[in-house]
């Protein structure tokens, strides 16, 4: 099974709002990734989890805080967002620190900030 | 130097027809080469991926063709079908673990 999960699928929210996203994979993987991605543009980096710590931040504003509870799950928390800040999230894994890892992407989520 | 060039934007080819993808790279420290599809609302999906030390590969329908001395890869979609209408990103990626993806392209499959 090579599935990663996003929920909520849609999300509609305020610039005062705070929400979060959630990811989970359950193949064993011990990096899971947050991508931003605008239409019709290829997914931009913005966190990289390896064994549950966070080894990559891509220049991402604090409004955006991500967090991995365990290895199975990654959450991305927002706040104060920006109507620019609308696009798709999409969560990734993949196994390890090999350096052809696969990333697997979830669905992701469609977030629209008012 | 972190760049993957992609070509064409968008392309349109006919039932049955071939769909060829290009895409070219500087940095020679990337090792892996992965293709991914995606439809409309949905992630991108692992099609098919390649190591610089082989050419070719294929899988079904689709093959990557590598040339390392060129820097350039390109995937070959052969009786492309209307189920393939998608936008295809190429990638690589070093040691680092971290994608870098071209900017991608619209196929049409017409009927």
């Known amino acids: 099974d090579t599935e990663v999960t996003q929920t909520p699928k849609h999300l509609v929210m305020g610039m005062t709002n705070k929400k979060s996203l959630k990811c989970e994979q359950h193949?064993?993987?011990?990096?899971m990734y947050w991508y931003k991605q605008k239409a019709k543009k290829p997914p931009e980096l913005m966190f990289v989890y390896s064994y549950e710590k966070l080894s990559i931040n891509e220049s991402v504003p604090s409004r955006f805080s991500p967090e991995c509870p365990n290895s199975s799950l990654l959450n991305l928390h927002l706040h104060a967002l920006q109507p620019e800040d609308s696009a798709l999230y999409l969560c990734a894994s993949s196994s390890g620190p090999g350096i052809t890892d696969t990333q697997y992407f979830g669905p992701g989520t469609r977030l629209t900030v008012l | 130097q972190q760049q993957v060039k992609q070509s064409p934007q968008s392309l349109i080819v006919q039932k049955g027809g071939i769909s060829i993808i290009n895409c070219a790279y500087e940095?020679?420290?990337?090792?892996?080469f992965p293709w991914y599809q995606q439809f409309p609302g949905k992630g991108p999906a692992l099609l098919i991926a390649i190591r610089p030390d082989v050419s070719e590969k294929k899988e079904g329908r689709f093959t990557i063709s590598f040339n390392k001395s060129a820097k350039q890869f390109s995937l070959h979609i052969m009786d492309s079908q209307p189920g393939d209408s998608a936008t295809y990103f190429c990638?690589?990626?070093?040691?680092?673990?971290?994608?870098?993806f071209g900017s991608g392209t619209q196929l049409t499959v017409l009927p």
């Open positions: 193949m064993g993987h011990r990096a």
């Open positions: 940095n020679t420290a990337f090792d892996y």
């Open positions: 990638a690589a990626s070093s040691s680092a673990r971290q994608l870098t």
